[in-house]
């Protein structure tokens, strides 16, 4: 597995604001795998809680050691933020709190620096083991997004008793947005 940081930045002044911690998989023959491919293989048989662990644990050790230059994080004290995809079988683990603060003890990363992306699709599939690990999560510091938003049962009912606290729009919705429409329109609905 390699990891891989893609830049947030602040569209009005170009600022990095924080990354995105990405897998890919080398693969000895196919060469890189796109998780499309092994992501959903991970997840049915369950080791995408060994590979969000590894991905958490790298992540969270490599940010912490990097150098801050100030006005480029999120917050005014620490690190720049750090953004990861959660799967719903990650949610679902009865350790996965435990694991999340384990891993932040030892990198010594913030938990007010992390933020956990969860498919809207997830979402609307969480069990009650996984919205309350949500926010147990959340009193720790950790902040969650909605990935994909408009793809699920999407409903801003649902989000009421969630620890959501972004959403990000599903690509189909907003790949148009420039041209005007009703694309358009309804973005600006949902912000």
């Known amino acids: 597995m390699q990891l891989l940081f893609q ?7 170009g600022s990095l604001r924080g990354v995105e911690a990405t897998v890919r998989w080398d693969h000895p023959r196919r060469g890189t795998v796109a998780p499309a491919v092994w992501h959903p293989l991970a997840e049915e048989s369950g080791l995408i809680v060994d590979v969000g662990e590894w991905l958490l644990e790298q992540a969270c050790s490599a940010v912490s050691r990097w150098p801050t230059v100030p006005g480029e994080r999120l917050g005014e004290d620490g690190p720049l933020a750090l953004t990861l995809k959660v ?14 603060q384990r891993v932040l003890a030892a990198s010594g990363f ?7 992306e969860v498919t809207d699709d997830a979402l ?8 309350d690990q949500m926010q147990r999560l959340h009193h720790l510091g950790i902040r969650f997004i909605v ?12 989000l009421q008793g969630l620890a959501v606290d972004m959403l990000k729009i599903d690509r189909t919705f907003v790949q148009g947005v ?5 694309q358009t329109a309804l973005a600006r609905t949902i912000v």
């Open 7 to 13: 830049p947030i930045c602040d569209l009005d002044t």
């Open 87 to 100: 799967s719903l079988r990650q949610l679902q683990s009865d350790t996965f709190v435990a694991m999340v």
């Open 110 to 116: 913030p938990a007010s620096s992390l933020l956990f």
């Open 124 to 131: 609307t599939r969480a069990s009650a083991t996984a919205r």
């Open 147 to 158: 990935d994909d938003f408009g793809m699920g049962a999407s409903s801003l009912g649902y």
């Open 178 to 182: 420039a041209r005007g429409g009703s």
